[in-house]
């Protein structure tokens, strides 16, 4: 098949919330810029992640708190309903999963757009669809992440869910099962659940939220405990079977759970070999590529959002962004504090965590203090009355004297976050933080409450 040949500048290959911002930022810089996508420009987060779960968990919230009303204000009686949820992720999210507007942004500020599957085919080259680009200052790789499936017996031939089904679904089955009890198994478990599903969360590591403090996983176990939801923890799926319209999922020690719905939430996989790194002399059987502070892989090549293995966050990503543009340009750019690196689940009770867990900031072989303060034993967690599990915990390096991590679980802990992640990311002396006046009764007063345990 004969091919043509485009010089540019740049190619942006993936034009989710890393990529948009890259290539419209350096064709607005008056760059030639070339953006592949082969799916939905935007990338996961408008249409399947951070925008629509977060309304789904908006809409089950909101029943979670009408149910706490006979506790402390009379009585209420509210029936779920999942259209008006549906229906808004449709019509105010994500457009019916239509990019148009996302394309003519991108457009409009200069970019050339392409649908198709980018491969890098040598230094600076790039083709799709038989169409080859040549840039002549850099080719950018955001490419995110899709959901891995993990390799259990039987699972592949399932009409199991990910994140895209469960998302797009206008009905909701009566029983679910959950794989994997990471952040969004957690938030799309509590969801479902608190529309009317019978929920099962399977999660093979010790505990719910892993990567977080031990203690945010049984906190959040209990609680869904609570609400109805089967938790277990510490044994793998041993097979999957799909039989009558239910999923059968049997355990290792012989047990198996039923339910009409899977939902596969154990983890996100990059695709490498078919990006075609390999033609650049790098190694495409790892899982990331590997970044320098700038977010340069090697000459001429760049990498950003989850495909830099950082972090699998939105947020990240366009920092990172922001980073490559001014290295792409020439301009003086200090490398992102991944030390501070913040991340929030929203489940409820929300998760915030920071920097360091305590575990981790010992096998660092630093000198740690721990101060934990439930939100129920402070002020505004006390008159907050339902709903008010949660804590924080800060984990504090004792010779220097700062955080290096935090964790704050409640009603708002993403927001009560934002003053612990200043604090790790500036390394504030514990002395600053204790003489600092914090508005009352207030959550984040709870972080002046949890200093006081030091």
């Not at 789904?56 to 402390?72: D, F, K, P």
């Not at 996100?268 to 390999?278: C, D, M, S, V, Y």
Request: charged share 20%; net charge negative; proline share 4%.
């Amino acid at each position: 098949m004969a091919t043509t040949q485009t010089d540019v500048d740049v190619v942006v290959i993936g034009l989710g919330p890393a990529g948009e911002v890259i290539g419209g930022d350096l064709a607005e810089a008056g760059l030639r810029v070339v953006g592949i996508e082969r799916h939905l420009v935007g990338g996961e987060c408008p249409y399947w992640g951070c925008v629509p779960s977060k309304m789904m968990i908006r809409a089950a919230n909101l029943l979670a708190e009408s149910r706490r009303v006979g506790e402390m204000a009379g009585s209420s009686t509210t029936s779920a309903d999942w259209s008006p949820v549906a229906r808004r992720i449709r019509e105010q999210a994500t457009d019916h999963w239509d990019d148009t507007v996302a394309v003519d942004r991108f457009v409009g500020k200069g970019g050339i757009f392409v649908r198709g599957e980018g491969r890098i085919t040598g230094p600076g080259t790039v083709e799709v669809d038989g169409a080859t680009y040549v840039a002549s200052k850099a080719v950018v790789v955001a490419t995110g992440t899709l959901a891995a499936v993990p390799p259990i017996p039987g699972l592949e031939d399932t009409p199991y869910w990910t994140n895209h089904q469960i998302v797009e679904t206008e009905e909701l089955p009566d029983s679910l099962i959950v794989l994997g009890g990471g952040a969004v198994g957690a938030e799309l478990a509590q969801v479902m659940a608190r529309f009317g599903v019978d929920v099962t969360v399977i999660e093979g590591m010790d505990r719910m939220l892993p990567r977080n403090e031990p203690e945010v996983g049984d906190l959040l176990a209990e609680v869904f405990r609570s609400e109805g939801i089967a938790v277990h923890t510490g044994q793998f799926a041993d097979s999957i079977s799909y039989e009558g319209r239910e999923f059968s999922v049997k355990m290792a020690d012989g047990t198996t759970h039923t339910a009409e719905k899977l939902l596969v939430a154990t983890g996100r996989q990059t695709f490498l070999k078919e990006l075609g790194i390999a033609n650049l002399g790098l190694d495409d059987s790892e899982q990331f590529l590997d970044v320098d502070g700038h977010q340069r892989v090697t000459d001429g090549l760049w990498a950003v959002g989850d495909i830099a293995g950082e972090g699998q966050f939105t947020h990240l990503a366009t920092r990172q962004a922001a980073v490559a543009v001014a290295d792409i340009l020439g301009n003086d750019v200090e490398p992102l504090n991944l030390d501070a690196l913040p991340a929030a689940t929203f489940t409820d009770p929300e998760v915030g965590n920071v920097g360091m867990t305590e575990a981790e900031a010992k096998d660092e072989g630093i000198d740690v203090a721990v101060a934990f303060k439930q939100v129920a034993h402070t002020a505004r967690g006390w008159m907050h009355g339902a709903g008010n599990e949660g804590f924080i915990k800060l984990v504090v390096d004792r010779n220097a004297d700062v955080l290096v991590g935090a964790t704050s679980v409640g009603p708002v802990g993403g927001e009560v976050l934002g003053l612990l992640t200043l604090a790790v990311h500036g390394r504030i002396p514990i002395g600053t933080l204790r003489s600092m006046i914090y508005a009352y009764p207030t959550f984040h007063k709870g972080v002046e409450d949890a200093l006081n345990e030091l």
